[in-house]
């Protein structure tokens, strides 16, 4: 199947997707500030730049798109052009996210991972929802944890 937009069109949409500051990054950080907590953003000194740190908790947000991480939701669909190359890059960012993992729970830190199904898209969280369960996992120290959309049965 070809692409219904010309190859300009199409590198303009692709340049103008954000790897970070993105719409769900900035609601958790705004709901999470309200709340008092205070973190730096984008660690160059941590494995894969994680997106939210919070260095007294040993704690590291990740807020990951569903489409380019690969998740197993509704916002996630193959494409149906260029399969082989989306197949290899989706498949390599799943792999790279693993091993940021790996590294950074071999250096102490927990990860909470928060999925973009779980702030945008019709399994949404309320935001008040997500923030208070980003706060409690943040304070009671328990391990790493996946944030996801609310599942609604089988709607596709």
Known sequence: MSDVVSPEIRSRMMTGIRGKDTAPEMMLRRALHRKGFRYRLHAHDL????????????AIIMIHGCFWHGHDCHLFKWPASHQDFWR???EGNQRHDEAVANALQAAGWRILTVWECAIKGRSRQKEEEIAETVALWLTDGTGNVELKGISHGNTD
Request: glycine letters at 6%; hydrophobic letters at 35%.
């Open 47 to 58: 494995p894969g730049k994680p997106d939210m740190v919070f260095p007294a908790r040993r």
């Open 88 to 90: 290899k890059k989706i």
